[in-house]
């Protein structure tokens, strides 16, 4: 896909892997998405046995649902930390971290987004930043993961505005593991950024997850930006 590139690096990791990789994120703002074939690709996909990368490849809108269960991830994947940073200054802007008294707890099958959904508010000056680092730490089961990959899309009102793929060869079972992805941020005009600010939470992503070429899980997200400094 083409303004996209990933350079792994190794990082800290403790029983397990660590890396970081780098892509670089494409402003799609002038592509119109058309809403009845994005519908009729979500329902399609969601009733596949298989979910592959090119699969999500297709998609043209954030999803309206989640395309895969919980009980996808039979690796026992589970996030743990998480922390976004502006690269030029080091600042942290988002930071959280999983209560250890939580561990072992089991989300309400009632409520399909605890756990899987994330609201984030950042003040519009996130807008003007050229790379942010995002940390992650993140636990596997008693299975080894081979070619784990994830790929994050993020839209604005249906059209792509950028969109990144970043790759795992290989989790040690019962590891923890720590990477860190670095994101160049696509230009936008004052136009596009008056647009986003002026609509909180129309912003979205979805967050695939993938071992050996199929879908294990699924997380999605909605942005507002305010008008508030860091």
Same mark, same amino acid.
């Given at each position: 896909?083409?303004?996209k590139?990933?350079?792994?690096?190794?990082?800290?990791?403790?029983?397990?892997?660590?890396?970081?990789s780098?892509?670089?994120?494409?402003?799609?703002?002038s592509?119109?998405?058309?809403?009845?074939k994005?519908?009729?690709l979500?329902?399609?996909?969601?009733?596949r046995?298989?979910?592959?990368?090119?699969?999500?490849?297709?998609?043209? #809108?954030?999803?309206?649902?989640?395309?895969?269960?919980r009980?996808? +991830?039979?690796y026992? =994947? *589970?996030?743990?930390? /998480? %922390?976004?940073?502006?690269?030029s200054?080091?600042?942290?802007?988002?930071?959280?971290?999983?209560?250890?008294?939580d561990?072992?707890?089991?989300p309400?099958?009632?409520?399909?987004?605890?756990?899987?959904?994330?609201?984030?508010?950042?003040?519009a000056?996130?807008?003007e930043?050229?790379?942010?680092g995002? #940390?992650?730490?993140?636990?596997?089961?008693?299975?080894?993961?081979? +070619?784990?990959?994830? =790929? *994050?899309?993020?839209? /604005? %009102?249906?059209?792509?505005?950028?969109?990144f793929?970043?790759?795992?060869?290989?989790?040690?079972?019962?590891?923890?593991?720590?990477?860190?992805?670095?994101?160049?941020?696509?230009?936008?005009?004052?136009?596009?950024k008056?647009?986003?600010?002026s609509?909180?939470y129309?912003?979205k992503?979805d967050?695939?997850?993938?071992?050996?070429?199929?879908?294990i899980?699924?997380?999605?997200?909605?942005?507002?930006?305010?008008?508030d400094? /860091?």
């Amino acid at each position: 896909m083409s303004g996209k590139s990933s350079k792994p690096v190794t990082v800290s990791s403790k029983s397990g892997n660590g890396s970081s990789s780098r892509a670089t994120a494409v402003s799609y703002l002038s592509r119109q998405a058309k809403a009845k074939k994005v519908v009729n690709l979500e329902e399609e996909l969601k009733h596949r046995q298989v979910i592959t990368p090119e699969d999500i490849r297709s998609l043209t #809108s954030a999803t309206k649902d989640y395309l895969c269960p919980r009980e996808a +991830n039979i690796y026992g =994947i *589970e996030f743990t930390k /998480f %922390r976004v940073r502006d690269m030029s200054t080091q600042t942290v802007l988002f930071e959280v971290e999983k209560d250890d008294n939580d561990a072992g707890v089991v989300p309400n099958p009632a409520d399909p987004t605890a756990g899987r959904y994330i609201r984030y508010k950042f003040p519009a000056a996130f807008l003007e930043l050229t790379t942010v680092g995002a #940390s992650m730490q993140f636990v596997v089961g008693d299975k080894p993961v081979k +070619n784990f990959k994830m =790929i *994050e899309r993020h839209y /604005f %009102r249906n059209k792509l505005l950028k969109d990144f793929e970043f790759d795992f060869p290989f989790c040690m079972p019962n590891s923890t593991n720590n990477c860190e992805h670095i994101y160049d941020m696509p230009e936008l005009s004052a136009e596009e950024k008056v647009e986003l600010v002026s609509h909180p939470y129309e912003t979205k992503s979805d967050s695939f997850y993938f071992v050996e070429g199929k879908l294990i899980m699924h997380n999605r997200a909605d942005y507002a930006y305010s008008t508030d400094k /860091f």
